[in-house]
């Protein structure tokens, strides 16, 4: 019913009706030069960055990692061609957390903060020694 209603409001389109989920298309695309190799450079890069990430130790060996592949397609005004816009993605685990203390207070009238760890050096001015 919306097709024919659509037909009448525009004759031409009637005519040019087509079930385009019937037609056979042949696509003559290679897509290790697609967009000249961009699409392949980008998923090989991502998929080394997905790789780097996995092997981090200070990240989650759980998280998901993802590689985002967008290609939008913008048709030209009579249809002949389109543009193509190759654009790939990651989202990676983030750093895990780190962990620590600090303690504040107050030494000789001077504010201090520093990290309670037996691993940070003593910040200490030697000419005061």
């Known amino acids: 019913?919306?097709?024919a209603t659509a037909a009448m409001r525009n004759p031409e389109r009637q005519e040019?009706?087509?079930?385009?989920?019937?037609l056979e298309?042949?696509?003559r695309i290679d897509l290790n030069t697609f967009a000249n190799g961009t699409l392949k450079g980008h998923m090989e890069d991502a998929f080394a960055s997905v790789f780097a990430n996995i092997l981090d130790d200070g990240?989650?060996?759980k998280a998901h990692r993802r590689i985002l592949v967008?290609?939008?397609i913008?048709?030209?005004?009579?249809?002949?061609?389109?543009?193509?816009?190759?654009t790939v993605k990651t989202k990676l685990a983030p750093p895990a957390p780190g962990h620590t203390a600090v303690v504040f207070g107050r030494d000789r009238e001077v504010s201090f903060l520093r990290e309670d760890s037996s691993q940070q050096l003593e910040l200490v001015d030697s000419e005061e020694e």
């Not at 040019?16 to 019937?22: A, N, P, Q, T």
């Open 1 to 3: 019913m919306r097709e």
């Open 16 to 22: 040019r009706s087509v079930d385009y989920e019937k």
């Open 25 to 27: 298309f042949e696509t």
């Open 59 to 61: 990240t989650s060996e």
């Open 70 to 72: 967008t290609l939008d």
């Open 74 to 86: 913008t048709p030209s005004e009579g249809r002949e061609s389109a543009t193509v816009e190759v």
